[in-house]
């Protein structure tokens, strides 16, 4: 905010942050149109090392300390100390501080290329993108008389394709066909949240949450977390699944997601036929009218949640990527969360996956699915989660709706290929989570961690195919 024609106070509101920082951007000055000045707030540090095209970056240290890695060497920092990183140059910094940064010129998109993980900040690696996928990138932003000629391109491939057999499709050359075009599609798409769900949507992960809690002794608590829970339709639906094969269980289920309407609506428990922007008719699709009567009390077209099931369940309106996640709920024996990563950006999905997993207690199990296979796969390998090989391909293909729409659909879920060294790991969608990442996964094992004594969880034990 810019005050008596030369001064300007703070923004009130956040520019950009990370997982280990909070940054606000000053207005553009009135007589230097080509630089621009941050306040930065650093708790651990900016999450990645980059490398910077054209821009110099100043930094100034106004209180704290820490540390700037440059050209990987290490130079300490304090008050009244002055940073200055110059273009084509790798670099990060860690601590805690409070810096007021400078760039000349001012920042433009691409300018940025991050190389790898700050450590101190995220544990991994980053992968250096492909050449293929950078060329990708350019040819998805080039634009001829204003418009994108790939939206045409897949238009075109889009009529070829849905004319051809599944026989056809499925066939390796066309299905890694299929696979570059999926790429194409979620380079172009603009992602949003979505809010409509459906009732017992994938069967085959209930099934497994069954067997996963069938060996808890009688009167055990068992704490489960539905992240990114909707209208409430999969958190009924769990609830429903664990209350009749174990009623014994004391359950404490916690409910989260970031829209306060949707979790409204879900606390509610009570849907309606009548399409609305949170439901629709089709909530109820592929249920039995045995399975209606047993979840709902019916009053007039209305369909109520019974009480027996709502019982224990918590709700909560919160982003699941912040860290304060992990003391609102507390630790997880089973941690789910389904069908929301994918509709965010690459980075902003690795980044939650990694928040998310915290909550899961020592060989607690994480069921994701909805997310880009590549971020899972690297996550889970990189954490050394143990993939669950029961059910592992019934589950893949356990909810029609994301396979169907494949490659068309950014959100859509890729075909299961046992050509694949790694498919065991990558197709899977439930994890055991141990409590270091020192347990690795290797393509030859199957199954899941061994029950510690006294942690009071069920190893499920996989198949291998």
Not at 161 to 182: D, E, K, M, Q
Not at 275 to 297: N, P
Not at 435 to 454: I, L, W
Request: neutral net charge; hydrophobic residues 40%.
């Amino acid at each position: 905010m810019k005050t008596m024609g030369y001064v300007y106070t703070l923004p009130s509101s956040a520019s950009f942050d990370g997982e280990g920082l909070v940054g606000y951007n000053f207005p553009p000055l009135l007589q230097q149109k080509d630089l621009e000045v941050y306040y930065i707030d650093v708790q651990k540090g900016h999450d990645t090392f980059m490398v910077s095209r054209k821009i110099t970056r100043t930094y100034y240290v106004l209180s704290g300390s820490g540390y700037f890695t440059i050209a990987n060497r290490t130079y300490d920092v304090g008050p009244g100390m002055l940073v200055e990183v110059p273009p084509k140059v790798e670099f990060s910094y860690s601590g805690q501080m409070k810096l007021i940064a400078l760039s000349r010129p001012r920042w433009f998109d691409g300018n940025d290329r991050h190389t790898r993980w700050n450590p101190d900040v995220i544990a991994g690696d980053l992968p250096a993108p492909a050449a293929s996928r950078r060329s990708l990138a350019r040819l998805a932003e080039l634009r001829i008389f204003g418009k994108s000629p790939i939206n045409a391109f897949l238009r075109f491939n889009r009529a070829l394709w849905n004319n051809l057999p599944l026989s056809v499709t499925a066939l390796g050359p066309i299905a890694s066909y299929g696979t570059f075009l999926h790429t194409l599609v979620r380079m172009q798409s603009a992602r949003g949240q979505l809010f409509h769900t459906f009732f017992l949507r994938n069967r085959p992960a209930l099934e497994l949450i069954r067997h996963l809690i069938e060996q808890r002794s009688t009167g055990d608590i068992l704490r489960v977390a539905v992240l990114g829970c909707s209208t409430g339709a999969e958190v009924f639906s769990v609830a429903w699944k664990i209350r009749s094969v174990r009623p014994d269980l004391k359950l404490i289920l916690h409910a989260m997601d970031i829209s306060r309407q949707a979790v409204e609506f879900g606390r509610s428990g009570v849907y309606s036929p009548v399409v609305s922007e949170f439901a629709g008719k089709d909530i109820y699709d592929g249920m039995t009218g045995a399975e209606i009567e047993e979840i709902f009390d019916r009053d007039g077209q209305m369909l109520a949640v019974k009480s027996w099931i709502k019982e224990g369940i918590e709700w909560h309106v919160g982003d699941v990527g912040e860290p304060e996640i992990v003391a609102a709920l507390g630790p997880q024996d089973i941690v789910i969360a389904n069908n929301f990563l994918c509709h965010m950006d690459a980075p902003s999905a690795e980044r939650c996956l990694r928040n998310i997993v915290r909550l899961v207690r020592p060989y607690g199990y994480l069921l994701v699915s909805g997310i880009d296979l590549d971020i899972r796969t690297r996550v889970a390998e990189n954490l050394g989660w143990r993939p669950l090989q029961e059910l592992l391909e019934e589950i893949h293909e356990g909810d029609p709706r994301m396979r169907a729409s494949w490659p068309w659909n950014y959100s859509a879920l890729e075909p299961l290929d046992k050509r694949r060294p790694d498919w065991r790991l990558r197709y899977a969608t439930a994890f055991q989570v141990g409590p270091s990442v020192e347990h690795r996964y290797h393509p030859a094992e199957s199954g899941a961690f061994e029950r510690e004594a006294g942690d009071g969880l069920v190893s499920a034990r996989g198949v291998a195919n």
